[in-house]
């Protein structure tokens, strides 16, 4: 068995664009795990191993790989930047101990960055920031570390200082060992030489570096108690306090270079090393109640001697089968072992287990707590699923995914395509949580929702390619919901009487709106068993089971209370059926008097203009219902952040691209739902009973 402490489970993550890809092929590299550079732009990068990966330049889905450091072993996740993939991102940082956030030197921080920085705030993951592409056009190093401070809220602590900048970008400084590490033209990232500080430099480095130790020394009373009178620490016990400072989150150690010029990478692989967690030094994963959800106060420790605990936190379908990615937190995993995945109560046996390299795998007949790796052929395991020991049985903490905001209807060409439809389909919200698949009732359409555009572009690429299924796509739909406005006290009597036992119930109900995001709410305080007891759970599933279409169009319905105070039953008619019907019928009596009101979700956007078109974006935002919240000037341009409903920004890249000659870019994701103005809704309601009387 290895050594736990000389394993770091690491994601690379930032914006769109940053250089997370091209940032994790040059540590491949490095680390000799590939002997060819393949470039994102030439479409030949090892870990966006997808067509669509390779055509677009993006990465869609994270991938994994296993490489060496100075007698380290790395399991490194490469994750997507663009918006509409989070899910990978999240999914990704629940299994890893350490991160490396990547942020482009002259973009800074975007709004992507803010999204992945704040799940990884959430998921508590130790992070060292990258500050990368120094080389490029109005880059500027300690500009992005204030934007880290101000836009993110975080402390970056800075190692490495860049010598030049732009063209003239040849290394950097470290700041601890007061030495320069300078690369020549070869472009090669071993040919590097390393000397003293240039003298221009040298007041700069001693600043951050006295800002550096005294940073790191409030971990330690003692030394910092040493350093306050004069005493310099060692450079072993600064490394220590700068890996207990990153472990507990009180700053991030910050790095810079240029991953496509191969510059700077070394020091960061180094950080990886002295900085990062282990596996055992991050706080265990809690292990909760399966039935309620709670925490049980138990947590998986990481070790090898503990029962088996493991968490399936991908499934990826290829050529060889499906396979299912899990990160063990304890106990080992052998070929041939007999497993318990605790959501379904079934066991499994393990068959093939594959250490990853992006798609490419190599067989393995063992692994053990903290290892990342691929299980081929698993039957009925879901992405969130626990896997452990059949006699210790145990649920760790689930992962919740966000819901779609956006559908579409497609329609398979031929009856021979819809029979693969339903294969793939299958396989395809096994691998993606934030895609999900309904039937539509009335016109036996398939509708797929996701977060966004691109999210379902890429889905109908992928039906149509990888599973050669040709499908004709309607226009997107507009997630839509409705609540109520006011409070309506009422009554509705059930009672039906036709030979043998009637059925009767009789209940006094107030409905009103509930608070935002509070979902269904159901409360009774019917005194005197006027309403017995056992009959109160009918009432609540009536009214939740019609929660489902709402009064105006038969959208979903959200924030609304009930409660039940009074009712009246009959020894032998009533039944919890008959309380059931009564709560129906009641919801479909009083929901049209509470001010039944149609809602839309609202979307966070960020758009990135040239200085010269922010007058025509803003008017467009506005033309398109927009509230602007916020306008922050750059270096290259503007960037305007504004509320807008999804309704109105489908095709708007296009329009985007027109208005700013093309330079312009922006990025979207849901923020909330909030109510539609009465044109615009009248406009819903009336399409959409169109709709349904068509059919």
């Known amino acids: 068995m290895t050594d736990l402490s000389k394993y770091r489970n690491i994601g690379i993550f930032a914006h769109v664009d940053a250089g997370k890809t091209t940032t994790t092929e040059r540590i491949l590299k490095l680390t000799g795990k590939i002997h060819k550079l393949g470039e994102v732009h030439d479409g030949a990068s090892t870990m966006d191993f997808m067509d669509q990966e390779a055509e677009r330049g993006i990465t869609i889905q994270s991938a994994a790989t296993t490489c060496f450091w100075k007698d380290h072993r790395f399991n490194i996740i490469d994750t997507p930047g663009h918006v509409d993939f989070t899910v990978e991102v999240y999914r990704s940082l629940k299994v890893l101990d350490g991160g490396v956030g990547v942020f482009c030197g002259s973009g800074g921080v975007e709004p992507q960055s803010e999204t992945n920085w704040r799940y990884a705030n959430e998921s508590e993951v130790a992070r060292l920031i990258f500050v990368n592409k120094l080389d490029r056009m109005g880059a500027d190093f300690l500009r992005v ?257 966000p819901d779609p905001v956006i559908s579409i209807a497609v329609t398979p060409k031929d009856k021979g395509a819809s029979e693969k439809l339903g294969i793939a389909l299958g396989k395809m919200v096994a691998e993606d949580p934030s895609f999900q698949v309904e039937t539509d009732q009335e016109t036996g359409d398939t509708i797929l929702k996701g977060m966004g555009e691109l999210h379902l572009d890429i889905k109908v690429d992928i039906l149509k390619r990888t599973h050669g299924v040709d499908l004709t796509v309607g226009a997107p739909q507009v997630a839509y919901r409705e609540t109520i406005t006011k409070a309506v006290e009422d009554s509705y009597t059930h009672k039906k009487q036709s030979g043998g036992s009637g059925q009767f119930g009789k209940i006094d109900y107030r409905i009103k709106p509930g608070e935002a995001n509070s979902g269904f709410k159901f409360v009774s305080s019917v005194v005197g068993g006027n309403v017995p007891r056992e009959f109160w759970p009918a009432v609540e599933f009536g009214f939740e089971s019609m929660m489902k279409e709402g009064p105006l169009a038969g959208f979903p319905v959200l924030d609304v209370e009930v409660e039940l105070f009074d009712g009246s039953f009959h020894a032998v008619d009533s039944s919890a059926i008959a309380f059931e019907i009564a709560a129906k019928g009641a919801f479909r009596q009083s929901m049209p008097k509470a001010g039944p009101q149609l809602l839309e979700p609202i979307m966070k956007v960020d758009v990135f203009t040239p200085d010269d078109h922010v007058g025509d974006v803003i008017g467009d935002l506005n033309r398109r219902r927009g509230m602007i919240k916020d306008q922050e000037a750059g270096l290259t341009g503007v960037r305007v952040k504004a509320d807008v409903p999804l309704s109105e920004m489908f095709g708007y890249i296009g329009n985007l691209r027109t208005m700013t000659s093309g330079r312009g870019q922006f990025s979207m994701e849901f923020s909330h739902y909030a109510a539609c103005p009465a044109n615009v809704a009248e406009k819903v309601i009336a399409e959409t009973k169109e709709k349904k009387a068509a059919k």
């Open 145 to 401: 570390v204030a934007q880290v401070k101000r836009v993110l809220g975080a402390n970056p602590l800075v190692m490495t200082l860049p010598i030049g900048i732009e063209d003239d970008f040849k290394g950097v400084v470290d700041v601890l060992n007061r030495k320069a590490y300078i690369w020549d033209e070869t472009g090669l990232p071993e040919n590097y030489t390393v000397t003293d500080v240039p003298e221009d430099m040298v007041d700069l480095v001693e600043e951050h570096r006295e800002h550096m130790v005294e940073t790191a020394v409030e971990q330690d009373d003692d030394l910092m108690e040493a350093y306050m009178e004069g005493e310099e620490p060692s450079i072993e016990d600064i490394k220590r306090c700068i890996r207990k400072g990153t472990i507990n989150l009180a700053f991030f150690p910050t790095f810079c270079g240029s991953a496509f010029k191969n510059k700077g990478m070394q020091l960061l692989l180094d950080a990886v090393v002295d900085y990062l967690p282990s596996p055992t030094e991050v706080v265990p994963q809690p292990l909760t109640n399966p039935e309620t959800g709670e925490e049980t106060g138990e947590v998986a420790t990481v070790s090898v001697d503990e029962p088996f605990r493991a968490l399936a936190f991908k499934i990826m379908d290829d050529r060889f089968g499906a396979l299912t990615f899990i990160r063990i937190y304890s106990g080992k995993l052998k070929k041939g072992d007999t497993i318990l995945n605790s959501a379904t109560g079934k066991t499994e046996r393990i068959g093939r287990m594959v250490m990853m390299h992006a798609n490419d795998r190599a067989e393995i007949d063992s692994a053990q707590a903290g290892d990342i790796l691929a299980v081929v052929g698993m039957k009925n395991v879901q992405t969130g699923h626990t896997l452990c020991d059949p006699k210790h049985e145990c649920t760790l903490e689930p992962m919740i995914f």
